[in-house]
């Protein structure tokens, strides 16, 4: 750990330069002083005490490595060294959390707060010529804001953000290397027997995490409920038979998400061949991200590889050109190859195609594309082909005049499978692809 330490305490200033000379260039842009960047606070559950699981504010957090302190504030006007409002009360109710600077305290005049309703002391008095930027509007209001969250500057922060930092870079490499243990431990739940409910605690206490810590919602599926895109219910009895396992999980390191899914067929059956086919589709497209290249395209190219596989594994009695051209494609593959991967798990900027947010629609065949943009170096993507066989989705294509398209003797073997997803971690440099994930040998 102190090797990380190290790397990120050598990183992390050329990452706040970066996001000082952005910062300049937008309140240049927006003809203001400063922004003012709330971390967030806790939201109670309506008519209970209790407050739902805090997530931090991602402006705050491409900052500051501080993603479990609600009521703290960030000064920036781009030249002068940043200001931390640190909230850090006097409680006997709860345990608080002390500042622990690490490598970054240097780099911020740090104040601290002991009354959140306090903070408008420690706050530019004239708030004119500052923006706020984050959710609670009724708080930024209260205090004076004018500015508050404008279109313009969260565009071109938005915009840049999809370019990662050395040191941001470095989280994403550590949150894989956290995803990638869990996610091998849960492998061996599955192959235990494991209910799923147990196999989403294996993946939990591999890296000590609690269910509020994942940066999503695990998806841990057994047989047909791989089917379901976003499966999150955790049966507590185990199937009568063990056939197959999704699961799409990731890990937080510093705010920065990783986000991984497998999976795997429990016996050596054609249902293991087609994860075999699928994976080698799937580094297929890994190897297309590259600079210059518009996702869209690398979508389009996975999509008709997927229509191909429908024909080796004679799916369809029709030509994959033909199952392109009539669509029933998207019955296997209902979902869009990727997406943008940072501070958020779909992270922002993916359909901009310059600082000022000019919007890249996707094609309407592919609706459910994350990202449209063109693939730079710097960029940070997952790539997650799929091949399902939904039975809703099923029903609707069986319903149609394409049903004829279709062998549903061999896809209704299928059924009680329910589908494939592999999904990596790739950073775009201008030579090469790093896969995060491959890199630590999960297969």
Not at 228 to 253: C, T, W
Request: net charge negative; glycine share 6%.
């Amino acid at each position: 750990m102190s090797i990380l330490i190290n790397k990120l305490k050598e990183e992390y200033p050329a990452h706040i330069e970066c996001l000082q000379q952005r910062t300049k260039q937008a309140l240049s842009r927006e003809n203001i002083e400063g922004v003012v960047i709330h971390s967030g606070q806790e939201i109670k559950a309506f008519l209970d005490d209790n407050t739902y699981p805090f997530r931090v504010n991602p402006h705050f957090k491409h900052w500051l490595p501080l993603i479990n302190s609600p009521n703290c504030w960030l000064i920036v006007n781009g030249e002068d060294k940043p200001t931390l409002i640190y909230y850090q009360p006097v409680d006997f109710w709860h345990k608080i959390t002390p500042l622990e600077e690490s490598y970054w305290g240097d780099l911020f005049n740090i104040e601290i707060l002991k009354q959140a309703s306090d903070v408008d002391k420690l706050l530019p008095y004239d708030k004119k010529d500052f923006a706020y930027i984050g959710s609670h509007i009724e708080v930024a209001k209260a205090l004076g804001f004018e500015v508050i969250n404008p279109e313009s500057m969260l565009n071109y922060f938005h915009y840049h953000r999809a370019y990662k930092s050395t040191y941001e870079q470095t989280c994403l490499r550590q949150s894989n290397t956290l995803a990638v243990k869990a996610h091998q431990a849960a492998k061996a739940a599955f192959f235990d027997g494991d209910t799923e409910y147990d196999i989403q605690n294996a993946y939990l206490n591999a890296i000590g995490y609690n269910n509020n810590e994942v940066p999503y919602g695990n998806i841990v599926a057994l047989n047909e409920n791989c089917s379901i895109l976003h499966y999150m219910h955790f049966e507590k009895q185990a199937p009568q038979v063990h056939r197959s396992f999704l699961i799409d999980a990731g890990a937080n390191f510093n705010g920065y998400a990783a986000d991984i899914t497998r999976t795997y067929s429990f016996k050596r059956d054609r249902f293991a061949e087609l994860i075999v086919r699928m994976n080698q589709l799937m580094l297929r497209a890994v190897a297309g991200l590259k600079p210059g290249v518009s996702y869209v395209d690398l979508h389009i190219a996975t999509y008709r590889e997927i229509a191909q596989v429908l024909v080796e594994f004679n799916f369809i009695n029709v030509s994959a050109d033909t199952a392109v051209e009539s669509g029933i494609v998207s019955t296997f593959f209902p979902h869009g190859l990727g997406h943008h991967l940072g501070l958020q798990v779909h992270d922002m900027g993916g359909f901009m195609a310059d600082e000022r947010g000019t919007h890249i629609s996707s094609p309407k065949e592919h609706a459910f594309l994350r990202t449209s943009r063109i693939i730079e170096a710097g960029q940070v993507f997952t790539i997650e082909p799929g091949l399902y066989f939904i039975d809703s989705l099923l029903q609707n294509l069986k319903d149609s005049s394409n049903s004829d398209q279709v062998n549903w003797q061999k896809v209704d073997e299928m059924r009680c499978f329910g589908g494939i997803r592999i999904e990596d971690n790739i950073i775009v440099h201008q030579s090469h692809n790093e896969n995060m994930t491959r890199d630590l040998e999960l297969g």
